[in-house]
């Protein structure tokens, strides 16, 4: 199982947030000092999330996402703001291991198999954000139906992976619901990548035992209600 420190961008500032608002963010410096923090405690994959881009303004934060791509060399998968086909090509082709598709998945399915015939399937992860079992989009604002069933869409499409993040849980650091991870593991012969309420090693091995092939770890690991060695060795 992979470990996928966040490197959440807002303003060209690393934050997080808590349950998606950005009035709540709180900062902890430039993302590539953070990235590189997280890199020289171990971890060889990032989570990058352009925030601004996921508002509304694409465009900022280009450059603070390209430096990290570019001075950490690790693996990196990013999302936020990737509004179409031509979006997505242009961060694989500057550099991103592969783009998390959200909001474009959702309102273009057709958008994932594109990107997977062009760029191959292990380029796209199809992002299933779920509250109350129905996935969220622009925002977590919008309800878009049933997640199992997006995640059955998202396989036919040829996605290569799925990024759960329970928004019901995300931020809090109260820990994980395994019910529906545990449903969309045993649902798809994906890759899922779990995201949302990580925050002990308890959380971490409970999601190991279920066969989830990642995970995202962000304001619990900021906060250091969990240690990123910790949940290395766990996945290891």
């Known amino acids: 199982m992979r470990v996928f420190p966040a490197v959440d961008i807002l303003g060209g500032r690393c934050v997080q947030l808590v349950q998606g608002r950005r009035e709540d963010a709180t900062v902890y410096g430039t993302p590539l000092e953070c990235a590189e923090k997280w890199i ?63 909001t474009l998945a959702i309102e273009n399915p057709e958008s994932v198999r594109v990107i997977s015939d062009e760029f191959g399937k292990d380029a796209v992860v199809a992002g299933v954000d779920a509250k109350c079992g129905q996935v969220v989009v622009r925002g977590w604002e919008e309800s ?11 396989e036919s499409l040829g996605a290569g992976a799925l990024l759960f993040t329970n928004v019901d849980v995300e931020g ?39 066969g989830v092939d990642g995970i995202v770890l962000g304001s619990a690991l900021y906060s250091g209600k969990i240690a990123l060695k910790d949940a290395l060795e766990i996945c290891r």
């Open 40 to 102: 020289s405690e171990g971890a060889d994959a990032l989570h990058v999330i352009n925030l601004d881009g996921a508002f509304g303004d694409s465009q900022k934060n280009v450059d603070l996402i390209k430096s990290v791509i570019s001075e950490t060399g690790v693996f990196v998968q990013l999302g936020g703001g990737i509004r179409s086909v031509d979006d997505a090509g242009a961060w694989l082709n500057a550099g991103v291991n592969r783009v998390i598709l959200g």
């Open 172 to 210: 809090l650091q109260n820990g994980i619901d395994p019910k529906p991870v545990k449903r969309l593991v045993e649902s798809t012969s994906l890759s899922v990548i779990a995201a949302g309420g990580i925050s002990c090693p308890g959380d971490v091995a409970t999601l190991k035992s279920m």
């Open 144 to 154: 878009a139906g049933d997640y199992l069933n997006w995640a059955k869409k998202f």
